[in-house]
C-alpha cells in the first residue's frame, strides 16, 4: 500500500468515526438503560463469572456485549473537547476534532507491529480493530480523569486550571459517577483479565491528548491509573511507577499487580525473648506453613492490630511483646472478583513473587470460622462491606482453594515467628492455669470428685426420666 492509498484509508476511518460522532450527544445514558444494568447487576459473579465483563467489554470479542456503547462514544467526545488542538489552526470544532481524530488513528495505527497478537486474535477488518482500540481507549482515559477530577484534583491546585481536568458538560448527569454501583462495575470491568488492552494504546493516546508541551508530570497516566484502582489495590500510600520501556506489553491489570508489592520485606523478630529485629527474605527452600487461627492466637495473648503503613502486604510482626500487624482489609461485593483476576494474572507472571496468593494464603490461615471474621471485624482489620460474617469466611475459602505457593510463601517467617510466639505464650498460659487452679493436690482431687458427683448425678436423673417414660406407657 502506498502513502497516498494509507492517507485515504485513514481520512475514511476518521469521516466514518466522526459520523458516529455527530450523532452521538453527550448525555448517553437512558434510564432504560439503567434499569437494565441494575438487573444485570443483581447476581454478577454467578451469571458471568469472575473474569467476564458485567457492562462494559473492552475490544471487539465475540459473545461479549456492553450496553453501554453509546456512553463509550459520548465519553470519547467529552475527550475530544477537553484538548485544544493545534494551535496554529484558527477552526471550527468540527475541524478541530477531526484533527484529533486523526492524530488517533495515525497514533494507533503505527502501533499495529506493535500489537500483532492483539491484530491477530479477531477475524475482522483492521480499521475496525483501530475503531474499538480508539473508542475504548479514549473511554478508558475519559473516565480516570473524570475520576481523578471528582475525587483527587481538589488536591492539587496546580492542575485545577489545567485543560484536561474542566469538567464536561454531562458530568453531572453521567450515571457512571451519579450512582456508586455503576461506577464499581465499570471500575471492575477494566480490571478483569479478560477484558484487557494494551496499555501503549492508552499511553500514546494519551500523548496525543496531552501535546509534547504539557505541564503535566512524564509519568502523569500512571497517576490516573493508581488513583482510579485505588479500591483495588486499597494502598493510601502505593509504591511509585515510572514509565518503562516493558509497559508497551502491558496493560491496566499488570499495572494494579505491579502496585500489589509490599513497601518492605516482612519484618519478624529474630529472638521473642530478644528485643532486636531482624528482615527475612523469600525462602528458596520448601517450607511447611503453620499457622493459627486468630481467635487461637488471641486465646494466648498475641495482639491483632491493624498495620499503619497503608499498604495491604505489609504485615509484620516486629516485637517481643507478640503484636501481630495487619493492615485492614476492606470487603466489598467486588473483593472476591478483583482478588481472583489478580491471581489468575499473577500466574501468568513466573518471574514476579507471588504477593497476592502469599496475602490470600495468609488471610486463609487466619480465618476458620465466623468467630475469627468477627474478631478481626473488632480489631479493625476486617471491614465488612459485604455481608455477614459467613459471607466473609465463605468468600475467602472459595478463594483459598485455588492457592498454592508452595515454597514461594512471602510470609514464611513471619508465620514461623508468629507460631513460636503462640507455643511460648501457650505454655506460660497453661502454667498460669496450674499456679492458679491446681497448685495443690487437694484442688486436683476436689475437682475430680466435683466431677464424679455431676456424672452420678446426670446418670441417676437419666435413669429417673427412663423409668418415668415407661410406666407412663404401661399405664
Known amino acids: 500500500m502506498n502513502h497516498h492509498e494509507e492517507d485515504t484509508n485513514i481520512q475514511n476511518m476518521v469521516q466514518d468515526i466522526s459520523r458516529t460522532l455527530n450523532g452521538i450527544s453527550n448525555a448517553t445514558a437512558k434510564r432504560k438503560d439503567l434499569y437494565h444494568l441494575s438487573a444485570r447487576m443483581s447476581n454478577p459473579t454467578e451469571t458471568r463469572g469472575p473474569f467476564a465483563p458485567i457492562i462494559v467489554s473492552i475490544g471487539c470479542r465475540d459473545g461479549y456485549t456492553s450496553h453501554m456503547e453509546e456512553h463509550k462514544w459520548g465519553y470519547m467526545k467529552s475527550l475530544l473537547s477537553r484538548t485544544p488542538g493545534p494551535t496554529n489552526l484558527t477552526a471550527t470544532a468540527g475541524t478541530q476534532e477531526n484533527f484529533l481524530l486523526n492524530a488517533f488513528v495515525v497514533v494507533i495505527r503505527g ?50 486550571d489545567h485543560p484536561l481536568f474542566k469538567s464536561a458538560e454531562d458530568q453531572n448527569e453521567d450515571p457512571i459517577f451519579k450512582f456508586d454501583w455503576i461506577l464499581s462495575a465499570v471500575r471492575t470491568d477494566v480490571a478483569l483479565l479478560e477484558n484487557q488492552m494494551p496499555f501503549i494504546v492508552l499511553q500514546k493516546l494519551f500523548e496525543v491528548i496531552t501535546g509534547r508541551d504539557s505541564n503535566l508530570p512524564h509519568d502523569f497516566l500512571l497517576d490516573l491509573v493508581t488513583h482510579f484502582f485505588q479500591p483495588v489495590h486499597q494502598q493510601a500510600d502505593p509504591p511509585a511507577l515510572v514509565m518503562a520501556p516493558t509497559l508497551h506489553r502491558a496493560h491496566l491489570l499488570n499495572i494494579i499487580l505491579n502496585i500489589f508489592r509490599p513497601t518492605t520485606e516482612p519484618e519478624a523478630s529474630a529472638d521473642i525473648s530478644s528485643s532486636s529485629n531482624r528482615v527475612y527474605r523469600l525462602q528458596s527452600t520448601p517450607r511447611k506453613t503453620f499457622l493459627q487461627s486468630a481467635t487461637s492466637l488471641a ?15 505489609d504485615i509484620q510482626f516486629p516485637g517481643r511483646q507478640g503484636a501481630f500487624e495487619i493492615p485492614p482489609l476492606h470487603i466489598t461485593a467486588w473483593t ?63 478463594i483459598g ?54 456424672a452420678v448425678t446426670l446418670i441417676q436423673t437419666i435413669y429417673l426420666i427412663l423409668i418415668y417414660y415407661r410406666t407412663s406407657h404401661i399405664g
Open 401 to 454: 482453594r485455588q492457592i498454592d505457593v508452595q515454597d514461594q510463601f512471602h510470609y514464611q517467617d513471619i508465620c514461623d515467628y508468629v507460631d513460636s510466639s503462640y507455643n511460648t505464650m501457650w505454655n506460660q498460659y497453661k502454667k498460669q492455669l496450674q499456679n492458679e487452679y491446681f497448685r495443690s493436690p487437694w484442688v486436683v482431687v476436689s475437682i475430680n470428685a466435683a466431677v464424679f458427683v455431676m
Open 336 to 398: 472476591e472478583t478483583y482478588f481472583r483476576n489478580l491471581l489468575a494474572f499473577e500466574r501468568c507472571c513466573p518471574d514476579r513473587k507471588p504477593y497476592v496468593a502469599s496475602y490470600l494464603f495468609l488471610m486463609n490461615r487466619l480465618i476458620n470460622e465466623t468467630d475469627d471474621v468477627r474478631l478481626l471485624e473488632r480489631r479493625g482489620i476486617l471491614v465488612n462491606d459485604l455481608g455477614s460474617d459467613k459471607d466473609i469466611l465463605d468468600m475467602l475459602k472459595n
Open 111 to 160: 502501533l499495529q507491529n506493535d500489537l500483532d497478537l492483539w491484530f491477530a486474535d479477531y477475524n475482522v477488518r483492521v480499521s475496525r480493530i483501530i475503531e474499538h482500540l480508539l473508542v475504548d481507549g479514549c473511554f478508558i482515559l475519559e473516565l480516570m480523569i473524570r475520576y481523578y477530577t471528582v475525587f483527587k484534583l481538589h488536591q492539587r491546585s496546580d492542575y485545577q
Open 299 to 313: 486465646q494466648v495473648g498475641v495482639k491483632l492490630i491493624p498495620g499503619s503503613t497503608g499498604n495491604l502486604l
